[in-house]
């Protein structure tokens, strides 16, 4: 695959405000790439500056071999889908989609069929002819999509599209979006702050921090392989613990844990593992790397249960899955012990970070 | 409702219904009644007849006079507007600091602060004789002798009106630009307009309701002015206010300058309940 994006240690500065600090990175054709990061992190105006809506201070942005830093949005062949949809609320959904094709030379009636055909692409070509206000969120949404898309643009830039929809509507889109990208083929790079949104969606994720990205690789490398204790905290939850390491032995607290072979040669330094990688065994049995503790807290999600062993600082968090129809009733109780297995190779170790 | 209730709803509501009986409703009533009266000077006779709206229509003064407001109303706010969209397009779209906004729209809208009448009166100095114009062009040699050509005509009553009458413009342009998501523009952008099409296709769009809100205040404003063409209107200047307030006064003619408010007061809601039907074709939009 050809590179379609290609991003050279461009930096954004406002006065002495640092927006984007010499991100660099390079998309190949048909990716789906997300840009992950709480908000500030500098990934809004990193997807501002490819759409040409920012200037960057220092570097420079290619678009399919072309140098288009300084070029005006109107001038890139690549389409935004707005976080509010940026919908004309003057014009109908038919001429929403069709804006953008008015100055290409497609002739004037080919522009309503084009805007049909994306419309029907979203499976809205009933809503051809209603305005914006007499739509749902979701329906903004695809229609949004179909106006970004029909201009068929080398990349497609996706600003939260997700995050203004609810809980439910939210998930149906997720698939949705994914199908559109296998179906239409193009390049997507969106921007959100939501790790599970970025893992279910993206082919590639690159986390953001103060304007730098901190890690790049498939959504299994972040969850698996997170590069920092930053990344493994905030690409899913993480239990964190310091220690040093004698005879390839960590110390959890009181609790002596095995390392994997790959760790057993390695310094002291910050450890963790994840909450749902740990498993809860039958009370008071023996075995490596178990840990008995109080159970002092119990939130019931139903498929899930989130416990809480031990205590302050000394807590350790547990994501169980609730299997079969054992329901809540088989969970331990409040303040009775419960025993977990921490398997050595769930553990993970992180190089302490500069600043820390 | 329980006694308790309407009785409580009745002391709220009753002094604004009784203000509005008392000051708007009779009076009206009255004006009504007058215009059907005769005029026998010095009296006015008590009639039902139509002979005050025919004098109307028939005498080519009043019509020259209504035509000669709607004129000057007009001009006011189409210059008006002119030179307000530009300045509160730069205002919402341009000036970056929210303080120098600030600082720029108050410089718009503190003159309605100070008394109508002195704001009037300032353009008869600026435009006068003795005036500060006249004393510039003298200073810097354009001319020999104060000239009198700037004061006492319909320019100088357009000039005014439109100095004085400016914010009720700029305020609802603003208001209107403003609301306009910057995403919009950025969308046109995205799928390829340039900054005039995107001007042309979103905003001014986008902003009309602004435009028609203030153009109806600032036509209805001026349409009933009575200072400006007194103090800068000069002898031909008289606008539908001036006339009637003769034919109360001067002219004591009642029942005639009855009829002549009763026909302008019909032409101001005419054009609001216009403009007002545009209005609401625009709202909804932007919601």
Not at chain 1, 49 to 72: A, C, R, Y
Not at chain 1, 137 to 164: C, H, I, T, W
Not at chain 1, 274 to 296: F, H, M
Request: glycine letters at 8%; one cysteine or more.
């Amino acid at each position: 695959m050809s590179e379609i994006v290609r991003i050279e240690s461009v930096t954004k500065q406002w006065g002495h405000v640092v927006g984007v600090d010499d991100v660099s990175l390079a998309v190949k054709t048909g990716e789906f790439v997300t840009l992950l990061g709480p908000s500030g992190c500098g990934k809004s105006t990193l997807l501002r500056m490819i759409g040409g809506f920012e200037d960057p201070t220092k570097g420079s942005i290619w678009l399919d071999g072309q140098n288009v830093t300084h070029l005006p949005p109107n001038r890139r062949d690549v389409n935004v889908v707005f976080q509010d949809y940026a919908l004309f609320p003057h014009m109908s959904v038919g001429k929403n989609v069709g804006y953008g094709l008015k100055f290409t030379d497609e002739p004037r009636n080919q522009v309503a069929t084009k805007a049909r055909e994306a419309l029907d692409l979203v499976g809205l070509s009933d809503k051809y002819d209603a305005m914006p206000s007499q739509l749902s969120g979701g329906q903004r949404q695809r229609v949004a999509l179909a106006r970004a898309l029909v201009r068929r643009p080398k990349v497609l830039l996706l600003d939260e599209p997700l995050s203004a929809l609810d809980a439910n509507l939210r998930e149906a889109m997720q698939v949705e979006l994914r199908h559109l990208h296998q179906k239409v083929g193009l390049t997507f790079i969106m921007v959100t702050h939501d790790q599970d949104e970025a893992l279910a969606m993206a082919d590639r994720v690159l986390v953001m921090r103060n304007g730098r990205v901190v890690q790049d690789g498939t959504p299994d490398d972040l969850y698996d392989r997170p590069a920092s204790a930053y990344v493994a905290d905030f690409v899913g939850s993480t239990n964190m613990f310091r220690s040093a390491v004698v005879d390839g032995h960590v110390q959890l607290h009181d609790h002596v844990l095995e390392l994997p072979e790959r760790l057993k040669t390695c310094r002291e330094g910050q450890f963790g593992f994840r909450p749902e990688k740990v498993r809860i065994v039958g009370s008071g049995e023996g075995g490596a790397n178990r840990i008995t503790g109080q159970l002092n807290e119990l939130l019931y999600h139903g498929s899930t249960a989130r416990l809480v062993i031990g205590e302050g600082p000394n807590a350790i968090i547990v994501s169980h899955m609730l299997q079969d129809h054992s329901g809540r009733s088989a969970l331990p109780q409040l303040g009775e012990d419960v025993t977990v297995e921490i398997a050595a190779d769930t553990l993970m170790r992180f190089e302490p970070e500069a600043g820390e | 409702m329980t006694l308790g209730t309407r009785i409580r709803t009745g002391l709220v509501l009753s002094p604004p219904l009784l203000w509005t009986i008392v000051f708007m409703f009779v009076p009206y009533t009255i004006l009504l009644v007058y215009s059907f009266w005769r005029a026998q000077f010095p009296l006015f006779v008590p009639d039902f007849q139509l002979g005050n709206y025919r004098t109307l229509i028939t005498d080519p003064q009043y019509l020259n006079v209504l035509l000669r407001t709607l004129k000057i109303a007009g001009l006011v706010s189409i210059s008006a507007v002119i030179l307000a969209y530009p300045y509160a397009y730069f205002l919402v779209f341009k000036v970056r600091r929210p303080g120098v906004r600030l600082a720029l729209y108050m410089a718009v809208v503190a003159p309605l602060w100070v008394s109508y009448l002195l704001r009037a009166y300032t353009w008869k100095t600026i435009l006068g004789t003795q005036g500060i114009l006249n004393s510039f062009l003298i200073s810097t040699g354009v001319l020999d002798e104060p000239s009198s050509v700037f004061l006492y005509n319909h320019t100088a009553m357009v000039l005014t009106l439109t100095y004085v009458f400016i914010p009720f413009m700029v305020m609802p342009i603003y208001a209107a630009l403003e609301k306009i998501p910057p995403s919009l523009i950025e969308a046109s952008r995205d799928l390829g307009e340039g900054a005039f099409a995107t001007f042309r296709k979103v905003t001014l769009p986008l902003s009309l309701t602004g435009v028609i809100a203030g153009f109806t205040m600032t036509f209805c404003l001026s349409f009933g002015d009575f200072i400006a063409p007194f103090l800068v209107g000069g002898p031909d200047g008289a606008m539908v206010a001036n006339v009637i307030a003769s034919q109360f006064g001067a002219a004591l003619n009642w029942p005639l300058g009855s009829a002549l408010a009763l026909v302008m007061l019909v032409l101001v809601l005419g054009i609001i309940s216009v403009s007002d039907r545009f209005e609401r074709l625009g709202h909804g939009r932007l919601e």
